[in-house]
Every structure is written in structure tokens, then in C-alpha cells.
């Protein structure tokens, strides 16, 4: 396999869903039990059985001030696998205004999934900035 299946994309997708709307239940079965999450939203690292709800609690803080924000995910690059786990990273080209300035961010989600039952489930996943452009 030299790319990540529709199922592999499917929680990278709803990490991605969640960070556009806020809408906590796009996190529903995305996260294993245990894992880690490392973001630019302090603490920046939240780990643990209640790290996706911190996570999500405080990211919802960060993007309140943000209006009309749009995600154009990209294909994903970087795959790998190895047994129940796979590897890859998920290109985003983020649109939104800020204190009535328009920007243009690119990031990547890199997450880490590992299968359990049929079902893959985020253990680990960052997110990055690449690159920051305002329409000053």
C-alpha cells in the first residue's frame, strides 16, 4: 500500500472537521484510548485518556476569534506502515480572518493510527505551521 485508505483518512478528516466548526462530536471514536496530542494551543502537548477533550476544549478557545474559517485539506503525503499502525501526514491550507485581516495559513496534521478491532484510531497527531501569509 503506498497511500492510506479512506478508513486511515477518515479520522485525520475529523480532526480536521473538528478544527474548522468547534463541533465537538466530529471527535467521536477519532482518538484511541490512550494518546497524544501535540499542538500549537498551550500547553502544547496533552496526553492521556482525557487529552482529545482538553485538546478540543482549548482549540475551541483559539479559533473563537476567527471568522469564516475554510480548510482545504491536501493529499496526504508521507505514508507508512508497519503492522497495525500507519504513518502519514495531511497538508492543510487554512483560510480565515482575524482582527478583520485576512490570512492564509499552511500546515500539516501528522498522526500516527493504530488499528484495533477493524478500526483505526489517532494514538498520536501534530499539528504544524508551515507558513503564515496575511492580504495586508
Known sequence: ??????????????????????????????????????????????????????????????????ESLQAEVRPAEEFGADGDRVYFSLPVLWRYTLRGIAYRELGTLAVVLEQRYGTW??????????STESAR
Open 1 to 66: 500500500m503506498s497511500a492510506p485508505d479512506a478508513s486511515m483518512l477518515w479520522p485525520a478528516r475529523c480532526i480536521v472537521r473538528f478544527m474548522e466548526s468547534g463541533e465537538q462530536s466530529l471527535l467521536d471514536g477519532v482518538f484511541a484510548e490512550r494518546c497524544e496530542i501535540i499542538d500549537s494551543v498551550a500547553p502544547f502537548l496533552f496526553t492521556g485518556p482525557r487529552a482529545p477533550d482538553e485538546w478540543a476544549e482549548r482549540f475551541r478557545r483559539h479559533i473563537a476569534s476567527h
Open 121 to 130: 484510531r489517532v494514538i498520536r497527531s501534530s499539528w504544524s505551521v508551515a
